[in-house]
């Protein structure tokens, strides 16, 4: 190996010392180098709709090559603002309002870049999905944290409006929620907004699970709420629903004021998404209604099966209605740690998943879960199963 360039006295900056790198994509990489199942990261290890591929092919076959508009191609824009018209009963002006991002990864931080000052504070729900404490010090706030209860990972209303000061600018939520499957009902997104309403705060809503829920739950945006459109952000993309995380195309809808400080962000970050895939976008956000019907009762099968292998193997599983995650309680192997217990699996099972601890402020309140993905094939699940009922009680 090259001996690596660079001098270890030369400094780099605070923000980069306020986080580790991500644990999900490091267990990814622990999966490879042991062959391990991989069911940590949340991609699907299946293929994506062949329509969409195909208009992929197409449009770069049809030279759709060149940078497109900074903030997205027209038509995708469109179909954008037509899917969120249909699902919220919202109307929104394609030309202002959406603005397509390099994933809901960019989508969330050009959004908080665009709406938060240094010195003030984001209110986030956990356990929480690993990017959205980094995105709050990448902005220079500070994140404050309302914690989500087992079973049900419910919330003290209370305990929500105490998190929220004269610094507060945006809460960030997450339904269907990751890493715990909740679907917030239209209570609790009523509390949270009534909440909000009284604030100068955005809700900056992560919607990317808005296909996946089960048990009958629905799938409510904050933005169809009596005049939340207002003041809510909402990001989503092609990553989960069309099982295309590799593309990296999302988009936010916002009002136009804050669209054009958002867009603003997003250029100067990245320039634009790639142009070919957004216009495979459009294919794909026109699929007709039976592909998102099939697309949920597909995971829902892969989540029953899941529950029934993780309960077998003594595992407590907080059931998701919604998202391609399992978490589980692992009190009942006697391990000291959620860290412990996950390298355990990878280099003894051979099943790789995430540590608990990495979606809480403090690593204590996770050290007795992990958390399983289920986007996977039949087979995969088949092999995990395998490996999982040699995991000693
Ligand atoms: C809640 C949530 N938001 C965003 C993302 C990433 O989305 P994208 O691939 O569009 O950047 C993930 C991926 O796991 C996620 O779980």
Known sequence: MATPIG??????????HQFTESVIREMTRLAMEYGAVNLAQGFPDFPAPTEVKEAAVAAIRGDINQYAITWGARDFRSAIADQFAETTGVAVDPEQQVTVCCGATEAMISSLLAVVNPGEEVVIFEPFYENYGPDAII????????????????FDPAELAAAFSERTRAL???????????VFSREELEAIAEIVRGTNAYVVTDEIYQYLV??????????ALPSMAERTITINGLSKTY??????????VAPPQTSRAIRKMHDFLTV??????QQAGVTALGLPRGYYRKLAADYLTRRDRMLAVLEGAGFGC???HGAYYIMTDISSFGFASDIEFAEYLIKSIGVAVVPGSSFYSDPAL??????FAFCKTQATLDEAAKRLSKVKK
Not at 7 to 16: A, C, N, Q, T
Not at 146 to 151: A, E, F, G, N, T
Not at 366 to 371: E, H, I, K, Y
Request: hydrophobic share 30%; charged share 20%.
């Open 243 to 252: 099982s295309v995380t590799g593309w990296r195309v999302g988009y936010v």
């Open 318 to 320: 907080y059931k998701p």
């Open 172 to 182: 960030i939520l997450n339904s269907p929620h990751n890493p715990t499957g909740k």
């Open 7 to 16: 001098d270890e006295r030369l400094p780099i900056s605070r923000k980069s």
């Open 272 to 277: 634009g998404a790639a142009a070919p895939l």
């Open 139 to 154: 902005c220079g706030a500070a994140p404050r944290f309302v914690r989500l209860k087992p079973p049900d990972w419910t």
């Open 214 to 223: 089960y048990d009958g739950c629905r799938h409510i945006s904050m933005a």
């Open 366 to 371: 996770g050290c007795q879960q992990v958390r």
